[in-house]
């Protein structure tokens, strides 16, 4: 059974950063499409980034493109999301996902596994 296991979550003042990690285990990461989610209270769970099973290629939600970045670390069965420039608005449960895909796209659903979140939370 695959496990996913966030962390690195905290509390940043704006303008600050933060790096998550999500442990894989049950399986081999490099098997696994990979991707991150937020979810706001009150809000529906959103995507944030994703990643393809060699790192090679990358997507983002707009908002984000220009100040996180995600990656993996096959050889420690690990992915990460860097982000930079926190703004209050980044506050929320950030969810780490994988499916065995070879891609998969945005939706929430779409993804088998999942970690059970860390919280960002980003103070003005």
């Known amino acids: 059974q695959v496990r996913l296991a966030e962390s690195g979550g905290g509390l940043v003042q704006a303008g600050g950063s933060l790096r998550l990690s999500c442990a894989v285990s049950g399986r081999a990461a490099e098997s696994l499409f990979m991707a991150w989610f937020r979810q706001a209270p009150g809000k529906e769970r959103e995507f944030v980034a994703s990643v393809s099973r060699s790192g090679e290629l990358t997507y983002y939600e707009d908002s984000v493109k220009i100040r996180f970045t995600i990656s993996r670390d096959n050889s420690k069965n690990e992915a990460y999301l860097q982000m930079s420039r926190l703004e209050p608005e980044d506050t929320a449960v950030y969810y780490c996902a ?27």
């Open 98 to 124: 994988a499916d065995p895909s070879s891609y998969v796209n945005r939706g929430s659903a779409l993804y088998d596994f999942w970690g059970q979140g860390t919280q960002v939370t980003v103070s003005s």
